[in-house]
């Protein structure tokens, strides 16, 4: 094999793949040693991130994305909440395969590759959860598993119309590709229509959002922020991609899902006493500002990709905050120093900053990511859809505040286990991406 032939992603894709078998052929070895397990993760996770500092293109942003989330998961490992911690390397084998998906959904150079991707992502997603404590992990990765294979066979047959249309796999300029064949270029765009959906339930939108909320919710919080952030990753790029053949029709489908995909999670929200159903109904509001963003065709492209960043970070420093507190649900109640269950001085003030860059509060990464995505949405679609957008991000600043006071008043002491460790490290990356957003937008250009 000729290395200098490889791609950094290549490089990057073949060090994870050898990472996963590694974890998976000592895991008799490794299942009761979380710390050498989570080593093996982090040294993979650390290579593949060099290769996309190495890569000067636009898998830059996709690989250190990815890599940031695996060392994440890699640090929560000893924290899991499974229904058997000899499970261990297995996890963490599943999340480096999460991860490899995640890079394939992201670069991948065919329809194919896409595909690929999806499936490697949502079978390590529904895994990862259904491995929790109790029953609600097994339905909730179930439920995540069943949605998916649903919404996979809607992106295979959008595929197979394309290259029926087109005779090829390749990733379609624009709806018209097929120039010269006019009754053709419908059956483009209605499989790019299909793959647009296929994709939507990985992004997590309405109305195909209700598994990856049970997930978000009942599966261990030291996988869910990895499940979140990748999947998100992969689906919002992958879109972003796609955008250029959506067609006008599609593009504008795709707004308008976004749209409604802010306003029912800001509504649903208000409504959520559980503070991990909280962030899951979080995660849906700014998947709705991802598909806006990608509905906005070229020049949503970076804007999406910057989002991804800001999102992603604030979003794994709040499950790194909750880690280990069980999936049986948690209170926000259960928040305040006189309930006996805070999380402690310590990880309360990281959840808080991580709340506060969800709401898009000034200067955390999150004020900066919206801006980003809503001065796109004016350019392509004018005032009245940035405005709603616009007042979704700033009516729901108000579910955001409802634990804070709890949060502030927190001065219990919990057991971490290996939180502390990752919820430290987020919070120099929320800060540092707070007050210098220009990091996260070179790798967005």
């Known amino acids: 094999m000729n290395l200098e032939a490889l791609t950094w992603v290549d490089r990057a894709e073949i060090i994870l793949v ?38 000067g293109g636009a898998a830059r942003l996709p690989l250190i994305v990815t890599a940031a989330t695996i060392a994440a998961a890699m640090l929560l490992l000893n924290a899991a909440e499974l229904f058997d911690d000899r499970q261990r390397p297995e996890c963490a084998a599943l999340v480096v395969i999460g991860g490899i998906g995640a890079i394939v959904m992201s670069t991948g150079a065919s329809l194919l590759e896409i595909a690929v991707g999806v499936e490697m992502i949502s079978l390590a997603g529904a895994a990862l959860t259904a491995l ?85 919710t009942a599966g261990p919080a030291s996988f869910v922020g990895f499940i979140m952030v990748a999947s998100k990753l992969g689906a919002a790029l992958a879109l972003a991609r796609l955008a250029p053949a959506m067609g ?46 990608a ?36 209170p926000i109640s259960a928040l305040g120093p006189s309930s006996g269950r805070g999380l402690g001085r310590a990880r309360s003030l990281a959840l808080l900053l991580g709340l506060l860059s969800l709401a898009g509060i000034p200067p955390t990464p999150g004020f900066f990511t919206k801006l980003a995505v809503l001065e796109a949405a004016y350019k392509q679609w004018g005032a009245i859809p940035t405005l709603i957008a616009a007042l ?18 927190s001065t219990t002491t919990t057991e971490a286990k290996q939180t502390g460790i990752a919820s430290a ?6 800060l540092a991406l707070g007050f210098a957003p220009s990091l996260a937008w070179f790798l967005a250009k």
Not at 138 to 155: C, N, P, R, V
Not at 160 to 172: E, Q, R
Not at 248 to 268: P, Q, R
Not at 425 to 430: M, N, R, S
Request: charge should be neutral; glycine fraction near 12%.
């Open 425 to 430: 490290l987020w919070v120099l990356v929320v």
């Open 295 to 330: 509905s906005c065709g070229q020049p949503g492209i970076p804007a999406t990709k910057f989002y991804v960043v800001g999102y992603g970070a604030a979003a794994l420093l709040c499950f790194a905050a909750v880690a280990g507190t069980g999936t049986s649900g948690f």
């Open 18 to 55: 050898f990472a996963a078998l590694a974890l998976l052929v000592l895991a008799p070895r490794l299942d009761n040693n979380s710390l050498a397990t989570a080593l093996v993760g982090l040294l993979a996770a650390a290579a593949a991130a060099a290769c996309g500092i190495e890569d």
């Open 248 to 293: 006008a029709s599609v593009e504008a489908l795709l707004m308008g899902i976004g749209l409604a995909t802010i306003a029912f999670a800001v509504v649903a929200s208000f409504a959520q006493t559980d503070l991990r159903r909280l962030l899951a109904y979080s995660a849906i509001a700014h998947a709705g500002f991802l598909a806006l963003g």
């Open 392 to 409: 979704g991000g700033v009516v729901g600043v108000i579910y955001y505040l409802r634990p804070m006071p709890d949060l502030l008043a």
């Open 132 to 216: 929790g404590q109790g029953e609600r992990p097994l339905e909730a990765g179930f439920k995540y598993f069943l949605l998916t294979a649903i919404t996979f066979a809607t992106f295979l047959f959008g595929m197979a119309l394309v290259f029926v249309a087109t005779g090829s796999l390749a990733i379609p300029v624009s709806a018209g590709a097929v120039a010269g064949m006019s009754g053709l270029n419908l059956l483009v765009a209605a499989g790019v229509g299909l793959m647009v959906i296929g994709l939507a339930f990985k992004l997590a939108v309405v109305p195909v959002h209700f598994g990856a909320l049970d997930a978000y």
